[in-house]
Structure formats: structure tokens, C-alpha cells
């Protein structure tokens, strides 16, 4: 019961800090957000500090995506490992951001991996997107099947999405490939 107790005013103490934080991210001054001001704490103090509450583990989040758009990418990278992530649209994007990491370091396969994983992870409307990019990736690979199967995902399940529009393009792309 105590440390429930101590963990819930922990969770208030961090969203009281978050504040400030979001703030400067939600401006695009990632590096403020990341690291404070002389007034509030930033984004890595906050999740180094209070990483084991809920708000903690959200300032994780938002801290591997501002290093992310800093292109500190093996922060970034780190921060993603620590999110502890749900099956909802934060973790999906943790994921997603993790993939688009590896996808720009040239890992093409652990991108797909992670892109089909988010997009499994929620079903939301960013799902065919993610389908999207782990199709890409697969194409890189020179995994045409698992490409493929990544298309028919799409229109399967997202067939009035902006990502179905093209997949005669990208199917017709995959026939030229094989």
C-alpha cells in the first residue's frame, strides 16, 4: 500500500514537470525539451527520475522522439528500448520511430520488422502507413513475398486508406522486381 501510495505522488510530481517540457516539444525545441531550462527539468531528467510511474514512462517517449528529430539517433534509440510500451497509438509510434532509426542507419531488415510490428501493434490510422514502409523495407531486403504480403494487408484490412490508393503502383513495381 506505501508504495503505491509513494508511486501515485511520484506519477503527480512527474506531470507537474512534464508540463513545461511538452511544451517546448510540442514548439519543435527539441533540444529544450530534452534538456530543461534553469527552471524546469527537461524530458531526460524527467524519465531518468520518475521512469517507473506512467507520466515518467510518456516523458520516455517523448524524449527518444525529440532526440530522434535531433538525430542523436542512439539516444534516441536507448530512449525507445526503455519506453515501456502498450499496444496502443504511443507504443505503435515508439515502434515505428525505432523502425524509421534503423531504417536511416540502413538495418532495412529490422526497420520492416519493427514497421510490421507497429502496424500490428495498433490498428489505427496510421497502421497502412507503417504497412507502407515495411513493404519498402522488404523491397530492400529483396524479400518480395513478405512485400507482397505486406500490400495485401493493406487492402485487406485498409482498403479506403490513403496508403491503398497506390498499390496498383507498388504491386506493378513488385511484379517488375521479380
Keep these: ?7 501515485g505522488s511520484q506519477d503527480q510530481e512527474a506531470a507537474k514537470l512534464l508540463g ?15 534538456e530543461g531550462t ?9 524519465a531518468e527520475d520518475y521512469g517507473a510511474t506512467p507520466t515518467g514512462n510518456l516523458a520516455t517517449f517523448y524524449a527518444a522522439d525529440a532526440l530522434m528529430q535531433l538525430e542523436r539517433y542512439d539516444e534516441a534509440l536507448d530512449y525507445f528500448g526503455r519506453f515501456d510500451a502498450d499496444d496502443d ?8 520511430g525505432e523502425a524509421a532509426i534503423y531504417e536511416q542507419q540502413g538495418d532495412t531488415e529490422q526497420a520492416a520488422r519493427l514497421y ?10 496510421s497502421a497502412p502507413d507503417y504497412l507502407l514502409a515495411a513493404a519498402r ?11 507482397a504480403s505486406a ?9 479506403d486508406s490513403p496508403a491503398a490508393a497506390n498499390l496498383g503502383f507498388y504491386r506493378a513495381r513488385l511484379a517488375a522486381m521479380r
Excluded: H, K, M, Q
Aim: proline share 1%; glycine share 8%; hydrophobic share 50%.
Design 137 to 147: 523495407n522488404y523491397e530492400a531486403l529483396g524479400d518480395l513475398d513478405a512485400a
Design 38 to 46: 534553469l527552471e524546469e527539468p527537461g524530458l531526460l531528467a524527467i
Design 116 to 125: 510490421r510490428r507497429a502496424a500490428e501493434a495498433y490498428e489505427g490510422v
Design 20 to 34: 513545461s517540457a511538452l511544451t517546448a516539444y510540442e514548439a519543435g525545441e527539441y533540444a529544450e525539451a530534452i
Design 89 to 96: 497509438i504511443i507504443g505503435a509510434s515508439a515502434l515505428a
Design 151 to 159: 500490400y495485401d494487408a493493406i487492402e485487406t484490412l485498409y482498403e
Design 1 to 7: 500500500f506505501a508504495y503505491a501510495a509513494w508511486r
